[in-house]
């Protein structure tokens, strides 16, 4: 007689105060750079799919912009939405935070996770930055006395320092349930989509600590020639200054952006990129309805 292995699957949201490593733990969940990631807080604005299929598991994480609430435009409300939506259609919650400490934002996303009712495990990233792993055991042992979490993680998403054990367990906290995708299936967004966060990230890596939260990307056109992807892109920026920045003197800056976007397309497409970018004024954008849904926010 053969034992049968029941197959476990469902969506995990990744929840926690802005840039914790949410995105940097989907990708190392998913093995592909499907988030965009930078060293600034706000880096994610809309909820990202990214799917894992194991033998006897498939997990679903939703990646969320960080929670903070009290935002003033249209831009900020619609991130607060894509949180309030992705934890409302998950079987488990993935709360993660930094190594180390908790801080109030830590608390304040802990509560959100809590009135949801769902199970929450708890993911401790960046152990890296702990030099003394032996304050590792008693920052578990507070973390643990703030809820009743079904597990309790360390890893360092960066590095993919245990990333692969814990995705399996998460895998394993899910319900039983048939697989929900394809085995193939990485994400739910189009290659537009993912085209679109790759220009935004280099945004976010390659400007100032101001200008790229004025940014917005529209993916103008997006046609297949041969294996050849060609994309055109417009950087929405609020003001001329902006917009001479992102530029940059001679066209420099736009050329870094525009080059560095294409090379992670280029790896995530498995195919040649072209990039053609745009830079356009118009000073409502984020607080446009319209354009925000032209941009994909849901
Ligand atoms: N040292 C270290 N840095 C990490 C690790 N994981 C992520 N980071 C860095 O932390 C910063 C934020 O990472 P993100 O993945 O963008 O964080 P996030 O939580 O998605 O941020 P928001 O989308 O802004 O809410 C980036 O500079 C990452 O490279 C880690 O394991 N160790
Ligand atoms: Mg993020």
Redesign the pocket.
């Given at each position: 007689m053969t034992a049968i292995t029941p197959f476990h699957a469902g969506y995990a949201a990744?929840v926690?105060?802005?840039?914790?490593?949410?995105?940097?733990?989907?990708?190392?969940f998913v093995g592909a750079h499907l988030?965009?990631?930078?060293?600034?807080?706000?880096?994610?604005?809309q909820r990202l799919l990214g799917v894992r299929t194991f033998d006897h598991a498939q997990i679903a994480f939703v990646?969320?912009?960080?929670?903070q609430r009290r935002r003033p435009t249209a831009v900020h409300k619609a991130m607060d939405r894509a949180v309030d939506q992705a934890v409302a259609s998950v079987d488990l919650i993935a709360l993660?935070i930094?190594a180390g400490s908790w801080k109030a934002g830590d608390s304040a996303a802990l509560t959100h996770a809590q009135e949801t009712g769902l199970p929450i495990a708890l993911i401790i990233?960046?152990?890296?930055?702990i030099k003394d792993k032996q304050q590792l055991l008693p920052f578990i042992d507070r973390s643990s006395k703030r809820h009743d979490f079904v597990a309790i993680l360390l890893?360092?998403?960066?590095?993919e320092?245990g990333t692969e054990e814990a995705c399996k367990r998460l895998a394993a906290l899910l319900p039983e349930r048939e697989a929900m995708f394809d085995p193939d299936t990485l994400t739910d967004r189009s290659e537009r989509q993912l085209a679109s966060e790759m220009v935004r990230e280099q945004l976010?890596r390659q400007l100032g600590e101001e200008v790229p939260y004025a940014c917005g990307v529209e993916i103008e056109a997006f046609t297949h020639d041969g294996p050849i992807r060609r994309i055109a892109a417009t950087i929405w920026v609020e003001r001329e200054g902006q917009k001479a920045i992102v530029i940059g003197e001679g066209g420099e800056r736009l050329k870094q952006i525009g080059m560095a976007a294409r090379q992670e397309m280029e790896k995530l497409f498995d195919g040649q990129v072209y990039v053609e970018l745009w830079v356009k004024v118009r000073a409502d954008w984020s607080d446009d309805e319209r354009v925000l849904k032209q941009m994909g926010f849901e």
């Open positions: 990744l926690g105060r802005p840039n914790v490593g949410k995105s940097s733990l989907l990708n190392a988030g965009a990631v930078s060293a600034k807080p706000h880096t994610t604005r990646d969320t912009p960080g929670i993660v930094e990233n960046k152990i890296d930055l890893v360092g998403a960066r590095r320092l976010m």
